[in-house]
């Protein structure tokens, strides 16, 4: 089915593309999904490092931490 379109076709759906949604709209979802790229390389770059912090915290140190984000 998508097969037969060509470039004829992918022009003519590029134009009214643009004409129903503007070229504001587009540049600025296309910014919205370069964000959103970056943002996902930089969560499995993380996400592939082993933890380095130490998260062993005493009930104290975490009630501190609470009560400085809850002010």
């Known amino acids: 089915m998508l097969n ?3 470039l004829p076709g992918l ?3 590029a134009v009214v593309v ?6 504001g709209k587009i540049s600025s979802l296309m910014g919205e999904v370069g964000k959103g ?10 996400g592939g490092r082993p933890e380095v912090e130490d998260h ?7 009630g501190t931490t609470e009560e400085k984000d809850r002010v």
């Open 11 to 13: 022009l003519l759906i």
């Open 37 to 46: 790229i970056t943002a996902f390389k930089k969560g499995v770059d993380e």
């Open 56 to 62: 062993t915290t005493t009930v104290s140190e975490r």
């Open 18 to 23: 643009l004409v129903l949604f503007g070229r």
């Open 4 to 6: 037969n379109i060509g």
